[in-house]
């Protein structure tokens, strides 16, 4: 029995363990006398278009009163499609055809020039990025992706089918050229 000392230490260690798990049991058990928690506000479902002209304060606040608060809208599902949208305007940066789960972009490494990058574009059919990319402030051209350019995700976004939060009239310039004179205003 030379582990005599070592089975009253253990003995006494679960006696201690058993003794703080009662103690935190009885202290952290929720009183009888407590009343529920009551929930605040109750979210209004708020999926609805803006519809301008209603009486809203604030277009993003989707017709929810401002004394409540709304549902979040449901995550957008990103489009994998390989299916270029029209550009709004020849200078829009365009909206990225595919998905970009997990391309990271930091000071190291650019995942997007991996495809993107002039050097490369043949082997993965990829756009090369257009020569404004290159351009410094002074419109001297670089070597490598102009510092101004190289975190893409600040102009190009993913395509989505997220509905149109607010809106709008916008019309393309070749819709307004297309438009005859006279029924212009
Ligand atoms: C594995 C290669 C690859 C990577 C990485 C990649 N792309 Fe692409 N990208 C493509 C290909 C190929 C196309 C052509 C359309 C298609 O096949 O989806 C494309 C198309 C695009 C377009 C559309 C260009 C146009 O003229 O309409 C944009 C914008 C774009 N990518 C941006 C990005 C951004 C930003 C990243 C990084 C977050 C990125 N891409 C990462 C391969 C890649
Ligand atoms: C400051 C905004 C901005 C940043 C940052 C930016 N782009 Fe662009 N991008 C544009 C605009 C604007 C256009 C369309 C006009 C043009 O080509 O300059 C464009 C065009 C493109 C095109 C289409 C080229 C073509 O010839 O049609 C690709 C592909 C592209 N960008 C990829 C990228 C990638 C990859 C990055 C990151 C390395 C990036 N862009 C960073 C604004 C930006």
């Not at 009183?31 to 304060?57: L, Y």
């Not at 608060?69 to 940066?93: F, I, T, W």
Request: proline fraction near 10%; include cysteine.
């Amino acid at each position: 029995m030379h582990n005599k000392h070592l089975w009253i230490a253990v003995g006494l260690t679960v006696a201690l363990m058993a003794l703080v798990f009662v103690a935190g049991w009885m202290v952290g058990r929720p009183s009888k006398h407590e009343a529920p928690v009551e929930v605040a506000t109750t979210p209004v479902d708020a999926r609805a278009v803006f519809v301008p002209g209603a009486g809203q304060i604030d277009a993003i606040r989707r017709g929810v009163p401002i004394d409540q608060e709304g549902h979040p809208p449901p995550m957008a599902h990103v489009e994998n499609a390989d299916l270029k949208r029209v550009r709004a305007y020849p200078m829009q940066p365009p909206t990225i055809p595919h998905a970009i789960d997990g391309y990271q972009i930091d000071k190291n490494s650019n995942r997007c020039m991996l495809c993107h990058a002039r050097a490369n574009a043949a082997t993965f059919q990829a756009p090369p990025v257009s020569v404004t990319h290159y351009m410094d402030r002074d419109d001297q051209f670089l070597a490598t992706i102009s510092p101004r350019r190289y975190f893409c995700n600040q102009c190009h976004v993913v395509q989505t089918d997220a509905p149109v939060l607010v809106a709008n009239q916008f019309r393309d310039i070749d819709s307004v050229l297309s438009t005859p004179p006279t029924a212009k205003e």
